[in-house]
């Protein structure tokens, strides 16, 4: 059984973005910059939004947080992306989501440039995924995608059950799963919800990718014998003996299932890692796009 | 065993079309106008645009022929394209495929207007349709859901099975019948050309989409009792019979598979003239969409 290590691979990722960073200073030209806008003061994103700001600095991007109050007009968010799809100096930017009530979010992530939106989150770079053509793809699928091809796990022709169908994660990794590309060259199996006898085709899996955020939900007799686990899930459930009061769970009942898994992501310390790495690699990417255009 | 008629069905949806456009001449406003683009003397394609024009005269929509020449360079297809965005007595146009070598298909897709884009194929629309937000549906897929809607035909908690993963057809369908909708709820399987034993999924599916274009590929003892088949399928087998000199064809082996299904679609009559009727079906919806903008 291997550990597929979240953590040791997007340090990785991480080193050879600021090798990059280093090229591109000795070429005397402009460093890859990310600004991340917030609105509001909820706890939950302004952790996630700092890390993002950590690790622009540990690889040498320059970054902005843009801080808004919880009070913002949804105009008063649209002329700040406005300003900042004309701002050259900017590369790419994130929203960190959620936003306020009183803010259209799908308006908002519609109002993105597509060639700044480094979440891949906007419905032409999504497009542009699902038809196979380059774009952004969003962090945390695609940080799945390296994961895989960095331990090169076996993808074509195996059997994907992807569990969980949202747009961040599931959707995404199901298209991404089923590409004619490595990693990809699946049969992909979508299941949610409303999906009846889910242990049946768990059972079937070569491949499970859970991004359902039920604790401890797949459990060792729902997977066959040297099954691959990508567990997408983090929940913060209740723990005394953590300094914070809680700790973060999986999907996936690790103890038993690692014993059957011939690959598997410990939760902390596999795919949550990962995601942050590869918004800088989306950043790096959009510099050299727009390098291209200029 | 019921047959899922999509001839009768699409007369249905053309003569409710028709009914929508006297209301609008009554109304004394302008009718749906379609434009279809075509590069080139290709046989098929000038029967396929023949009939899209045939059918926007039988329910009452302006509709224009645009055809150049097979040396057409890709700047003279990229300036007539933006002449038909910027024309707004347009509603909606299609430029039918496959185009000439020397011009890049997916940058005269990209070229398209996407409000404009009936056919559902600029990056923006397949976005928005894998995002769930409301935009035009390619007319294959389109008209399947349409067929599975007026018959009633369950799909929440079902399994279903498509069978390839094209961008026409396999990949749009295993999103939509994943959505949180109905038609749609459904556990989604996609198969294609690396899936290995194949058999063993089809066995499981409540529901089968095939757009595989082999004939006869999908045999009765691939299938369970009162399986639901959606034959997509259309490939011209020789057969000196016919006048034509060839028959078309589906996926599906019709005489035996249809004994032990609920629902089946016929080929030729069951997908194929449901495709023209969404055509309409957009244009209807894009010169609904242009008429809120003005």
């Keep these: ?3 597929l290590d979240g953590k040791k691979i997007s340090n990785q990722i991480k080193d050879e973005i600021a090798e990059e960073v280093k090229k591109i200073i000795d070429d005397g030209e402009k460093v890859p910059h990310l600004a991340a806008v917030i609105v509001g003061n909820d706890g939950a994103s302004l952790t996630y939004v700092g890390s993002k700001v950590r690790a622009c600095e540990r690889v040498g991007f320059e970054s902005t947080m843009v801080r808004m109050s919880n009070t913002t007009s949804e ?6 992306i406005e300003e900042l799809n004309e701002d050259d100096n900017i590369d790419g930017f994130i929203v960190q ?3 306020p009530p009183q803010i259209n979010t799908q308006k908002v992530l519609l109002a993105v440039d597509p060639d700044k939106d480094v979440d891949g989150f906007h419905p032409m770079n999504f497009g542009k995924m699902a038809l196979d053509m380059s774009t952004f793809i969003p962090a945390t699928p695609f940080g799945i995608l390296e994961l895989i091809e ?3 796990v076996e993808t ?4 994907t059950v992807v569990i969980g169908r949202s747009h961040i994660v599931g959707r995404p990794m199901s298209i991404l799963m089923g ?4 990693p990809g060259n699946s049969t992909v199996t979508v299941t949610h919800s409303r999906t009846k006898n889910i242990e049946e085709i768990t059972r079937q899996a070569d491949i499970i990718i859970s991004a359902l955020g039920v604790p401890n939900f797949l459990k060792a007799d729902m997977v066959k014998d ?3 686990i990508i567990d997408v899930g983090i929940t913060r459930v209740p723990d005394e003996t953590r300094e914070r009061g809680y700790r973060i769970t999986g999907d996936v009942d690790f103890e038993n299932v690692s014993k059957k898994a011939s690959f598997i992501t410990p ?4 795919v949550g890692p990962m995601t942050i790495a590869m918004l800088l690699k989306n950043t790096l990417l959009a510099r050299e796009r727009h390098l291209r255009q200029a």
């Design 97 to 99: 989501l959620p936003l």
């Design 1 to 3: 059984m291997t550990i």
């Design 156 to 159: 074509q022709g195996k059997h």
């Design 226 to 228: 040297d099954v691959v």
């Design 75 to 80: 105009v008063e968010l649209l002329d700040k």
């Design 267 to 270: 939760v902390p310390g596999g």
């Design 150 to 152: 960095r331990y090169g």
């Design 179 to 182: 590409r004619k590309a490595f």
